[in-house]
């Protein structure tokens, strides 16, 4: 891999990102410092050398302002290319064509298209949708919800029932959101239900001592 650094300044090293397409270019620098410039001629390289072809150039950006920014850029000089040359005209304007559905969006938006493309393959509808943060966090709450209303009402656990008590069914439920937030259970995984259930009495017993020392020592209690 090569790692251009101080590149803003260097024309050489420029050059060497824009079309050395033999491997891996990384680009650090700061905010405008050139570095869509580079990109965009990158990509730009790929079609004129035939190394690639818009369908095969996945770009991944941070946001949907930056995906279409690094597009229209493209198709620009796309666009510029086809009025230099009246011999490879119609390959500039067929680039310039398949940007439309070109695979230059977000994490998101790539992994979506990945989905839907595949998606009789993987056994899931091609119409979903994805849920934005707000819609996410009351999915996530609704799920908390009816896991922990369920099991109460049929008395399938104990450790939730005295969290239930503990905490009650309001905070019991937010607590369980929370843990929807994490990507693995790894503190929780390598234990048995009986020792989570140990652990939980000897945290709640520890939290009632606490909490009885502390209402002993307020001076309410001492007259």
């Given at each position: ?6 590149w ?74 086809a ?7 119609s ?47 009351r ?32 905070a ?52």
């Amino acid at each position: 891999m090569d790692t251009c650094q101080d590149w803003a300044s260097d024309e050489r090293v420029k050059e060497l990102a824009i079309n050395d397409l033999s491997g891996h270019i990384f680009l650090s620098a700061g905010a405008g410092t050139g570095k869509t410039h580079v990109l965009v001629q990158r990509y730009l390289s790929f079609l004129r050398t035939g190394a690639a072809a818009v369908p095969e150039i996945v770009c991944v950006t941070f946001t949907e302002k930056a995906a279409g920014e690094l597009k229209a850029r493209i198709r620009a000089e796309c666009e510029t290319a086809a009025a230099a040359t009246t011999d490879s005209q119609s390959k500039w304007f067929q680039h310039k064509r398949d940007l439309e559905n070109a695979p230059i969006n977000t994490i998101h938006g790539f992994c979506t298209r990945l989905l839907r493309e595949n998606a009789f393959a993987l056994g899931i509808d091609p119409r979903f949708q994805i849920l934005d943060e707000r819609d996410a966090e009351r999915r996530r709450h609704e799920i908390a919800r009816e896991h922990v209303l369920g099991r109460l009402r049929k008395s399938e656990s104990t450790a939730l029932a005295l969290l239930a008590e503990y905490l009650g069914i309001p905070a019991l439920i937010d607590l369980v959101r929370d843990l929807l937030h994490w990507p693995t259970p790894e503190p929780f995984s390598q234990h048995s239900p009986d020792e989570l259930l140990d652990a939980w009495n000897e945290f709640r017993l520890s939290s009632l001592t606490n909490e009885l020392k502390r209402l002993v020592r307020k001076p309410s209690w001492s007259r």
